[in-house]
């Protein structure tokens, strides 16, 4: 079998990438990343001089290379991942996440749908995609699989858009594929401008914590580790055609979230409890700013056994232990451009 897998490199893209090289040593899994400003292969570092394991540098949105690559190594599964996946940069660089998101997915489709339209048996095109395609919840209720789609941002828009696609690719070419929805991820490896990480790195440079509006927003919260065991079952074991939604069963508001991160961090630092509190600072808010996201999982768990596996308060602890035992990782992607981009946002 040969599997490509899109933005390996990424944050949840090299869980995804670590646990297939492992743990199927007769797959020959190819990363394909073109390495932005959130591609690292240093996230990689163990795996990769495996002997199934393969690293291309290629844009999907590269027409022509991607063509030659699927014609070369006659992939018969794709897990697609590459996207630029961050909301506050879709809303200053809205053309950048359609390129990458809408027309990358495209190229990677017309790709596949080329080399295996007379053959569909025993292919699968697995899409990456997102809770935020929902759009926003009120208080209560849950994203089922069934929910409207209802993006509010750029970043979202464009997921929904690609998920169309695919959807469409089925529909008109008969292109075997799943979908897969989930809720927000942290874990190690993660961009230091999400919320979890970025919040862990200021806390251990005593840097302000910037909570967006009254911090009353919410978010579901899955390690990313769970993350990539899901995507493992759903792609060998989902059906063709189907869409599975992934959430963590884990609803915090972003206050209570940065509470617990401060109490957990001052622990870890060996700083007087209540410390980091101290950093909590209300900035204003995100435009379009969707109140409250929240998936029913019972789909994923009742159809192929999935759930998540960890605690937050687990993952988290798993999640500072990482950051504070890879300061070098952190240093090394917070110099440079990183500091443009956190003085423009937030200063
Ligand atoms: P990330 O930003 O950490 O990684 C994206 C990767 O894609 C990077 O390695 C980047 O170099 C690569 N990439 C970007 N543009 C590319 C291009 N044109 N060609 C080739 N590679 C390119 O993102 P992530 O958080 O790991 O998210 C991965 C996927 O999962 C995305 O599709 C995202 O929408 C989805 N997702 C993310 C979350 C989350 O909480 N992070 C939740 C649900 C779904
Ligand atoms: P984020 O990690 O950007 O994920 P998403 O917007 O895709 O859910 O943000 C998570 C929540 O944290 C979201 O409600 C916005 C909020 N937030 C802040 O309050 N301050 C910040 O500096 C960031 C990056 C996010």
């Known amino acids: 079998m040969n599997i490509l897998i899109t933005g390996g490199a990424g944050f949840i893209g090299s869980h995804v990438v670590r646990h297939l090289v492992t743990k199927y040593p007769n797959y020959n899994i190819f ?154 991820n942290y874990g190690p490896n993660h961009f230091p401008e999400k919320l979890i990480p970025l919040f862990i790195n200021n806390i251990i440079n005593n840097k302000a914590l910037p909570v967006y509006g009254d911090g009353l927003f919410t978010r579901d919260w899955l390690y990313v580790k769970d993350h990539a065991v899901a995507i493992d079952l759903a792609f060998h074991k989902g059906e063709n055609g189907e869409t599975y939604n992934i959430g963590g069963f884990n609803e915090w508001t972003n ?11 001052d622990d870890k630092l060996g700083r007087k409890e209540g410390t980091s509190l101290k950093l909590i600072t209300y900035v204003k808010d995100r435009p379009g700013h969707d109140l409250r996201y929240a998936i029913d999982a019972s789909k994923i768990n009742k159809k192929l056994g999935w759930r998540p596996s960890v605690t937050f308060e687990e993952g988290l602890k798993k999640t500072i232990d990482w950051y504070l035992e890879n300061k070098e990782w952190l240093n090394n992607i917070t110099s440079g451009d990183y500091q443009e981009y956190y003085n423009n946002q937030y200063n």
């Open 255 to 265: 206050i209570d979230l940065v509470k617990i991160l401060c109490t957990l961090m």
């Open 31 to 184: 990363n394909l990343d073109v390495l932005t400003y959130a591609g690292n292969l240093e996230n990689l570092k163990d795996i990769q001089s495996a002997d199934n394991y393969t690293f291309l540098k290629v844009d999907i949105t590269d027409e022509q290379s991607i063509n030659r690559l699927f014609i070369k190594h006659k992939f018969t599964g794709v897990i697609h991942l590459a996207a630029e996946s961050h909301v506050d940069r879709s809303i200053k660089e809205p053309l950048a996440f359609a390129k990458t998101n809408i027309l990358g997915t495209i190229v990677l489709l017309n790709a596949f749908k080329s080399l295996w339209q007379n053959n569909w048996e025993g292919k699968r095109f697995y899409h990456v995609s997102t809770d935020e395609v929902y759009g926003s919840l009120g208080k209560t209720g849950l994203f089922t699989e069934t929910t409207s789609y209802d993006p509010n941002s750029p970043y979202s828009a464009s997921k929904a858009s690609s998920d169309h696609f695919v959807r469409a690719y089925g529909e008109t070419y008969g292109m075997p594929y799943v979908i897969s929805n989930c809720s927000n």
